[in-house]
T-cell receptor, first 117, second 112 residues
Framework: GAVVSQHPSRVICKSGTSVKIECRSL??????MFWYRQFPKQSLMLMATSNEGSKATYEQGVEKDKFLINHASLTLSTLTVTSAHPEDSSFYICSARDQKTGDYGYTFGSGTRLTVV | KNQVEQSPQSLIILEGKNCTLQ??????????LRWYKQDTGRGPVSLTIMTFSENTKSNGRYTATLDADTKQSSLHITASQLSDSASYICVVLQTGADGLTFGKGTHLIIQP
């Protein structure tokens, strides 16, 4: 089955530094990738949608200059949290949509726990 | 506005018992409905995906139903195991849309 690899699974960084999270589709090509943020005991909140080779579309309230998204290939998208602050501490999850299966092909990564100290 | 409502918010049952989780949605036009299992600190894992024409779909001890007329779905778990403790999220895709509409999930705890 479709597999999405997300790294790192956990990261601790100092306030003011930047952190990059990678999301790779291992056995399929992803035309669209999604980045979510999840707070404890809450559901996933969509941050942005990225299509390969074009700029990401950010949801209302999400700062595009703070959460930089790059989707340079059909198998890789990255989320960079710039100048991280403690309030950015959260669980970040990516999802990739399979180019071939379209509406049926949404696979999630295993998530990244970011802690900013 | 597209919405997905789940109930109950949380549920505690004894190991070996059955349970049913509910999902109501207003997403239109409808493409498909999914149930995901999310363990704490992990990403969601797909259990079932159902389209408009499918009424029931099973995956092991998990059985999902869909009534597209009333826009309701349920997830039935049979003979629960401790490993079933997780959040179960109902997610609906709108036809022609990229993104998914998520329910807030049901937090299920299985007690020995």
């Amino acid at each position: 089955g479709a597999v999405v690899s997300q790294h790192p699974s956990r990261v601790i960084c100092k306030s003011g530094t930047s952190v990059k999270i990678e999301c790779r589709s291992l056995d399929f090509q992803a035309t669209t990738m999604f980045w979510y943020r999840q707070f404890p005991k809450q559901s996933l909140m969509l941050m942005a949608t990225s299509n390969e080779g074009s700029k990401a579309t950010y949801e209302q309230g999400v700062e595009k200059d703070k959460f930089l998204i790059n989707h340079a290939s059909l198998t890789l998208s990255t989320l960079t949290v710039t100048s991280a602050h403690p309030e950015d501490s959260s669980f970040y999850i990516c999802s990739a949509r399979d180019q071939k299966t379209g509406d049926y092909g949404y696979t999630f990564g295993s998530g990244t726990r970011l802690t900013v100290v | 506005k597209n919405q997905v409502e789940q109930s109950p918010q949380s549920l505690i049952i004894l190991e070996g018992k059955n349970c049913t989780l509910q999902c109501n949605y207003t997403v239109s036009p409808f493409s498909n409905l999914r149930w995901y299992k999310q363990d704490t600190g992990r990403g969601p894992v797909s259990l079932t995906i159902m389209t408009f024409s499918e009424n029931t779909k099973s995956n092991g001890r998990y059985t999902a139903t869909l009534d597209a007329d009333t826009k309701q779905s349920s997830l039935h778990i049979t003979a629960s195991q401790l490993s079933d403790s997780a959040s179960y999220i109902c997610v609906v895709l709108q036809t022609g849309a990229d993104g998914l509409t998520f329910g807030k999930g049901t937090h299920l705890i299985i007690q020995p």
